[in-house]
């Protein structure tokens, strides 16, 4: 548990699980869905051939999300992933997805990630 989110993360290696699990709760903080009572995040690390991650919304409430990163990519890609598909969680868990999410996505994602980076997080 990270303040009210459950986050399970399975899968990849034992310092990508690291990697993802100090990502996620930094976005968490970030992107205020550490204000939220309630959030599930079912986060999974595997190898992807056609795409770098994805995040779906789970049930009705918007409130639990499967994310699943791929393991094949470079530390600062796979990182920036985690920031990506967080920033989908957020657009989800706030209502503020509106046809296409992934402008906001990609045009804030390495932003966000340098942040990351230089608040020596990881």
Sequence with gaps: MIGGTKVRI???????RDYAQKTVAWCLKRLKLDTLRT???DVRLKPLDDCCGWCKP???SNRAFQIV???NQTLRNFVMTVVHEMIHVKQYARGEWLMDGEPEAW????ILTD????????
């Design 39 to 41: 959030l599930d995040l």
């Design 115 to 122: 942040e990351l980076w230089k608040g020596d997080v990881l």
């Design 107 to 110: 045009g804030t994602q390495e």
């Design 10 to 16: 399975q899968g990849g290696k034992a310092h990508q």
């Design 69 to 71: 990163i791929g393991t």
């Design 58 to 60: 789970q049930g009705e």
